[in-house]
C-alpha cells in the first residue's frame, strides 16, 4: 500500500482492514504517517488504532478500515465496521468481566472520542492531541 512518507496537516488517509487482524502492521502504517511527531504522540495513536481496530474485530462485522486526520494540534483517528446497533459502552463488555478496559484507556489518552452512525455501520473516533 502507498502511503505519504509523513501526513501533514490537514491531510487524512484510510487503511482497509483485513479480515484477519495484522495489528502490528496497523501500528507500524500510523507511526510512518507520523513519523515527524514526538514518540509519546506515536505510540498514543498507535494505542488508540489497536484499541478500536481490536473492538471492530471483536464485536463488529467487515468490512472494517482505519482512517487517520491530521490537524494542526491534534491526530484524529476514526474506525469503520458495519455493525451500527452495537456502539461501544465505556467500561462494559459482552464478552466479561475481564474485558471492557479499551475505552478506558482511550478516553485517558484521548482529548474526546465518540461514535458517528452511518447507513449499515457505524464509525468509533478519537482524538489525540499532538
Known sequence: MDTPEVLSAPE???YPLPDQPDLAALRVWA???LSDLS?????DVQLVCTELASNAYEHAEGPRAVRVQRHTDFVRVEVDDHTPAELPNLG?????DSRGRGLLLIA?????WGTLGFT???TVWAEITS
Open 31 to 33: 507511526t510512518e504517517l
Open 12 to 14: 487524512r488517509t484510510r
Open 92 to 96: 462494559e463488555s459482552r464478552l466479561g
Open 120 to 122: 449499515g455501520g457505524k
Open 39 to 43: 514518540e509519546d504522540v506515536q505510540l
Open 108 to 112: 485517558q489518552l484521548s482529548r474526546c
